[in-house]
């Protein structure tokens, strides 16, 4: 049992580690918009009844144009593009202004924090 101790430690560390990087990659921002399109590609319960905060469905409107575009988002990324279009006609560029976003955030940070050390010096 003691000699697991350490490789524990260690394989935290890692994680630690990984995490940190993710983060200082993507930041916050990033974090959430790649949470929420996770959640709207495991989400397949679109037509069932569940808890919401929307204001508008609380009060009984069906026909919310955010939860219609947050279906939208779902049905592009579960593949049914068609029914993307009866929900929301913007879910298909709201997917890939989101996309372009994260790509944005991804390109930015990298170039912040994991510029090589010798870039730019001239060794010749």
């Known amino acids: 049992m003691k000699n697991y101790l350490p490789n524990i430690k260690s394989f935290i560390n890692t994680v630690k580690s990984l995490i940190n990087s993710f983060y200082k990659l993507v930041g916050l921002e990033g974090i959430v918009w790649i949470s929420a399109l996770i959640y709207l590609a495991t989400f397949s319960n679109y037509n069932q009844n569940h808890f919401t905060i929307c204001p508008l469905s609380n009060l009984g409107i069906e026909n919310c144009p955010g ?21 929301h006609l913007l879910g298909i560029p709201a997917l890939i202004i989101i996309l372009f976003r994260i790509f944005q955030l991804i390109r930015n940070n990298f170039n912040f924090y994991f510029k090589p050390i010798n870039k730019g010096v001239n060794h010749g």
């Open 67 to 87: 939860c219609g575009l947050g279906r939208s988002v779902s049905m592009v990324l579960h593949g049914q593009f068609l029914h993307s279009f009866d929900f």
